[in-house]
């Protein structure tokens, strides 16, 4: 008892030690002393940090210097996590905010933000650290790709500083490395979890049961060619290597080989389905410890990782309950972002800081959310059935909040409408007498003001203002502020 209690101390006075939001001004602070030239260089394009990097690394100079920085900064990086990590993690989990917890990626992509769309509805998004993730790689890439990677993740990071630094009641947006990136014995972890996940997505691929990994490996050691693979394969639909690739299988297998020998993997087919098969169930189990740890749903950007994650939790891995509806909303707002409504993934940060700040965001999740989690609960799997579902509250919001302007409109244009038949026989003089206050100019339309079935004159000024702060009280509503970026 009195260990326990000690415990709860200690814990409490890591958390004190330093804030989520101090931790990540350090951090900003770190990435801004190394890309900030390069941030404000490619400040106002269209350049996707993918672009950039891939530009840069056409210059041998450019690669020699990222990679001499790289070699700086990631370990002055792990020295500055080895003393931020706990406290910031524990102030994140013990937060009772919804959080997000990203994976199935290094980092977002850089081509748009994340936060656009999964920012309307969660109020902490947790990234993981890409510098940190991608120590191994680092290590093992040719200079060229490591310096790519390097210049990449300092810009994508970038992006998210406004976020990060807001100054809101819980932090929007944090940026930390992930147990597995600081813990080597977390694999083991993460390898043990994943283990039924990846002999149940071997059996759905071969149609055969695996007793353990060994009986795998020895199967997928016969496995020397393609056509050893084809002979076997039953259900070539799970063999997933990239939704974006659309070769035949064979070319796709091929490509896959040239993939992994970058990472030191001898490129054999045999090596290539138990990479798809463990290391794919290994990146779904991590983000759902991840997340678990942080008392968080998980986040899934990358269409490929979503795949093998939803097959992971066919496979019977489970969400926790109290984040399921979580996770649901936050793949069809991602979801919702293809689809017609693409402004969602646009939304600028400002915007969902301004809206954090007004307070208006509990609205935007109540309407986003509606019928959702009856859905999930349903059917836990039906994340087509939720996504739909999401568009539809959105499509209806906007036409509810649509009615709500248009009804001003026509509550003006009646007013308007309503005076113009008197005002033509008061004139003009009477009523700018009556808006600017200078009566004196109204005398000579005295009687028809006092006889004419028609407001009156002088109370033209509080109508007017009546209307003009309803416009005013519509456009900074929650659901204002949230559709004022459809285009």
Not at 30 to 37: L, R, S, T, V
Request: aromatic share 10%; hydrophobic share 45%.
């Amino acid at each position: 008892m009195a260990l326990g209690v000690a415990s709860m101390v200690w814990r409490e006075e890591t958390k004190q030690s330093l804030s989520v939001q101090d931790a990540q001004a350090y951090y900003f602070e770190a990435i801004e002393n190394k890309f900030g030239d390069l941030i404000k260089m490619v400040s106002g394009t269209d350049l996707t940090p993918d672009q950039v990097a891939e530009g840069l690394v056409r210059d041998d100079e450019m690669v020699a210097q990222g990679v001499k920085i790289a070699r700086d900064f990631v370990p002055a990086l792990t020295e500055f996590w080895k003393e931020a990590h706990d406290p910031v993690s524990y102030n994140l989990t013990d937060s009772d905010a919804a959080k997000g917890v990203f994976g199935g990626d290094l980092f977002p992509l850089g081509s748009k933000s994340i936060a656009s769309t999964c920012g309307l509805y969660l109020d902490t998004i947790i990234l993981a650290d890409p510098f940190m993730n991608s120590k191994v790689p680092f290590d093992h890439l040719p200079d060229r790709e490591a310096a790519k990677y390097f210049f990449k993740h300092g810009l994508n990071v970038s992006k998210y500083r406004d976020l990060a630094l807001a100054e809101t009641d819980v932090p929007m947006l944090a940026i930390i490395p992930f147990e597995s990136a600081i813990n080597p014995d977390h694999r083991n972890v993460v390898a043990e979890a994943s283990l039924p996940d990846c002999l149940a997505h071997a059996k759905r691929l071969f149609s055969r049961d695996f007793a353990d990994l060994d009986e795998l490996a020895e199967f997928c050691g016969g496995l020397e060619t393609f056509d050893d693979l084809s002979t076997h394969l039953k259900d070539p639909k799970r063999l997933l290597f990239d939704t974006t690739w659309t070769d035949p299988l064979d070319v796709q297998v091929g490509k896959a080989l040239a993939e992994i020998a970058q990472y030191g993997v001898p490129p054999t087919v045999g090596n290539l389905i138990l990479n798809q098969c463990f290391g794919r169930m290994m990146q779904a189990n991590d983000v759902l410890l991840k997340s678990n740890s942080l008392r968080g749903a998980p986040l899934i950007e990358a269409p490929t990782s979503w795949a093998y994650f939803n097959w992971m939790l066919e496979y019977g891995s489970k969400v926790a309950e109290e984040e399921k509806l979580s996770l649901h909303m936050t793949h069809g707002l991602q979801y919702a972002g293809q689809t017609d409504l693409q402004w969602l993934g646009k939304i600028p940060h400002q915007a969902l800081i301004e809206m954090r700040q007004k307070g208006a965001l509990d609205e935007v999740r109540s309407a986003l959310q509606h019928g959702v989690l009856d859905i999930a609960q349903a059917n836990g799997g039906a994340f087509f059935r939720t996504a739909d579902k999401v568009v539809d509250n959105i499509e209806e919001a906007y036409r509810q909040h649509r009615k709500m302007i248009d009804d001003l409109a026509q509550k003006k244009w009646e007013f308007w409408g309503h005076d113009i038949g008197s005002w033509l026989v008061t004139g003009s003089i009477g009523v700018a007498a009556a808006l600017f206050a200078q009566p004196g100019l109204a005398l000579g339309a005295l009687a028809a003001d006092q006889l004419l079935d028609a407001p009156k004159l002088r109370d033209l000024p509080r109508k007017f203002v009546e209307v003009r702060d309803g416009q005013k009280r519509l456009a900074n509503s929650p659901l204002g502020l949230f559709f004022a970026h459809r285009h």
